[in-house]
């Protein structure tokens, strides 16, 4: 079974940075694109950044572009985001996912949490 361990999150302060990291398993990860989302409250889940297997390329929402870097190890069956100049509203609980097509077994998150 597919299976998303999300971790990293935290409290920080606006202009401050993360780095979350999801260790992925049930798959040849090394073959999958990878993406990761987001869902804050009241709100519905986004795409945030994703990840190609192939080349390693990446995309991103207009809203972190320039801020997060999206990467992946896949030695370690893993996929990170690293979240610089941080604003208030990135506080998410932030998800990864296969990229290709999305499995139905969600992480539990890693809540993100910016504020003064």
């Known amino acids: 079974q597919e299976q998303f361990v999300e971790s990293g999150g935290g409290l920080v302060q606006p202009g401050g940075s993360l780095r979350l990291s999801c260790a992925a398993s049930g798959f040849t990860f090394s073959s999958v694109a990878m993406n990761w989302y987001r869902q804050a409250p009241g709100k519905e889940r986004e795409l945030v950044a994703v990840i190609a297997h192939a080349d390693g390329s990446t995309n991103y929402a207009s809203a972190v572009k320039g801020r997060f870097t999206i990467s992946r190890d896949n030695a370690k069956n893993t996929v990170y985001l690293q979240m610089n100049d941080l604003k208030p509203e990135d506080t998410a609980v932030y998800f990864c996912?296969?990229?290709?097509?999305?499995?139905?077994?969600w992480g539990q998150g890693t809540q993100v949490t910016v504020r003064s």
């Open positions: 996912n296969r990229g290709d097509r999305i499995s139905p077994y």
